[in-house]
């Protein structure tokens, strides 16, 4: 969650797992990319893009980073 809030520029606890991505002003398509690269450059996950926007809620895109 906190890797996310940075990227977001939010505060982690406005997240929780079960938030809608679509739901937070600041997720776009710049977020989209942003966050797989982050997946890539912290957890050596290589994420399409299309697989995150295809995410609908912050544990879509733990299960994407995790494979969970």
């Known amino acids: 969650l906190n ?8 505060e982690a606890a ?11 002003e600041a997720w ?5 990319v942003s966050f797989a690269a982050m997946a890539d450059i912290k957890y050596n996950k290589q994420l399409k893009a299309t697989e995150v926007k295809a995410a ?11 494979g969970e």
Do not use: G, H, K, R
Request: aromatic share 6%; proline share 0%.
């Open 3 to 10: 890797n996310l809030a940075d990227l977001l520029d939010m």
């Open 28 to 32: 776009d398509s710049l977020s989209i």
């Open 56 to 66: 609908q809620t912050v544990a879509d895109l733990y299960a994407l980073v995790t």
């Open 14 to 24: 406005e997240l929780t797992m079960e938030s809608y991505l679509t739901d937070l």
